[in-house]
């Protein structure tokens, strides 16, 4: 069965920058870690077309909503070879007519937890909600009163922190669970689930049988996930979030699944932001479009940089140097090194991959010191650390076997050594190389390329 993966779909007001990309990646390393283990994935992402922020930003260059929703939903699209993503579905919420059947057949499913009621709120153009307060935007609050239509979420308070206590639905890391679970010990307030149709300028999907009312851009985005194939047959659903849309993905999309009795979504694993300066991206005044610093540092680099330098568990700060140096520092310097130096000695005394399996299986010490037990343990290490959204444990676990390898080649010295040692004392080392050249494949696909090609894993008959 299949592995559902899934990014959030964001906003199309502004081009695309570093803090979307990041996201994207985190999502493409998990899907190619499953087909990697010889699993199938499904990895879905999209743009998020219904936004009021779209209309906002199409009004202030003095063109039409689609006009602007279409130019930067391609500019996102662009982001799949850019980043050499592998992506299954890219959803358009304003152009999919599959996703438009989605949010209907979620709305109607919902009919019993929905009603109507005047009410007044702030409103938060930026998160698109209305709130009491907002850390996260700078524009003012929006005192409205309008009438909508409201799901009951209040009813689903204690079945959604149930699904989260019992590990039913995981969230990782701890911070994002526990801030779950706080929300949720509150007062849960039931939900607007839709606008104005006037005041959102037609812009969205009209609620079935009342077109003075568009659906809330949050409800329609949220089915996105439903898209890319049958939700029930999945093997298991991650979603891939930003830390400031927790809530939105661990209560309200819990809830709408519950509603229409559609199985919940199995992990959320949420991601800290990307700052300049402490900043948020998005804050920072720095636009950090994706296509320069890939021009300037590489592909490779950017996706080694954001597994193995961002933390999930925390924000983190990025600039081109920092990107630099954590490739020169790894990619470089110990990857391509120990690469280098290997296959140049493998050369010269025509060492292949040992021929013998790899020994120590109880997990005992090599009497030589060797990187076999570090390269056995390698896929288990990765295979742990991804489970719980650890992207920079994963790539440190590879960096442990480069460094182990390193340390055994100072070690031996096989270029002191006549050919038939040299050739024995090479072999583990290139052991532990193919391994480490797999593993690197869901992080830096060319990286891995060149390892492999660089370095002899043929074995001696």
């Known amino acids: ?19 979307f990309a990041y996201e994207l990646v985190l999502a493409d390393i998990l899907a190619r870690h499953h087909r990697h283990r010889g699993r199938t994935a499904c990895f879905s992402t999209g743009t998020d077309d219904h936004s ?20 930067n939903a391609a500019a996102f699209a662009a982001l799949g070879p850019l980043l050499e993503l592998t992506p299954d579905a890219f959803v358009r919420t304003s152009v999919d007519p599959r996703h438009r059947a989605a949010v209907e057949r979620l709305w109607r499913a919902c009919h019993a937890d929905l009603y109507r009621a005047t009410w007044s709120g702030r409103y938060c153009q930026g998160c698109e909600a209305f709130v009491d307060t907002c850390d996260e935007h700078t524009d003012p609050l929006e005192l409205v009163e309008e009438t909508n239509w409201f799901f009951r979420l209040s009813h689903y308070r ?27 010990a509150g007062d849960v307030r039931d ?37 890319p194939g049958d939700w029930h047959t999945w093997r298991d659903r991650t979603h891939v979030i930003g830390k400031g849309i927790t809530r939105f993905h661990a209560v309200y999309w819990l809830a709408f699944l519950l509603a229409a009795d559609l199985p919940l979504p199995t992990k959320i694993a949420v991601h800290g932001y990307l700052t300049v300066d402490g900043k948020k991206i998005a804050k920072s005044g720095e636009g950090f479009a994706v296509d320069p610093v890939i021009e300037r540092c590489g592909v490779d680099a950017l996706r080694w940089f954001y597994a193995r330098q961002c933390r999930t568990r925390a924000d983190s700060d990025v600039t081109v140097d920092a990107i630099l140096a954590c ?23 025509e060492a292949t991959a040992s021929a013998r399996r790899l020994s120590n299986a109880d997990g005992s010490s090599n009497a030589d010191g060797s990187p076999d037990l570090d390269a056995r343990s390698l896929p288990a290490r990765i295979d742990a650390a991804l489970d719980v959204f650890a992207f920079d444990e994963a790539t440190g676990a590879i ?24 050739r024995e004392a090479l072999a583990p080392v290139i052991d532990a190389i193919q391994v480490v050249a797999s593993e690197l494949e869901p992080f830096v696909p ?16």
């Open 191 to 227: 939900l607007s689930v839709s606008r104005d149709a006037a005041r959102s300028h037609g812009w969205g999907i009209p609620v079935p049988d009342d077109l003075t009312q568009v659906i809330y851009v949050w409800f329609d985005a949220l089915a996105n996930y439903l898209v």
């Open 327 to 349: 490739h020169d520092r790894d990619l470089a310097d110990r990857i391509g090194n120990l690469a280098y130096r290997t296959a140049t000695l493998a050369r010269k005394v």
């Open 1 to 19: 069965m299949t592995h559902f993966i899934s990014t959030a779909i964001p906003y199309v007001n502004a081009a695309p920058h570093l803090g």
């Open 52 to 71: 009021l922020k779209n209309v906002a930003a199409a009004a202030r260059e003095g063109i039409s909503t689609r006009a602007l929703v279409d130019r």
């Open 158 to 184: 204690d079945r959604i922190r149930a699904a989260i206590e019992s590990g039913r639905v995981q969230i990782v890391p701890d911070f994002a669970r526990a801030e779950t679970l706080a929300f949720l």
């Open 399 to 422: 960096i442990d076997v480069v460094d182990a390898a390193n340390r055994y080649l100072d070690k031996t010295a096989p270029w002191k050594l006549p050919p038939d040692d040299a």
């Open 446 to 461: 060319q990286a891995s390329k060149n390892v492999r090609a660089a370095v002899p894993i043929r074995r001696r008959r």
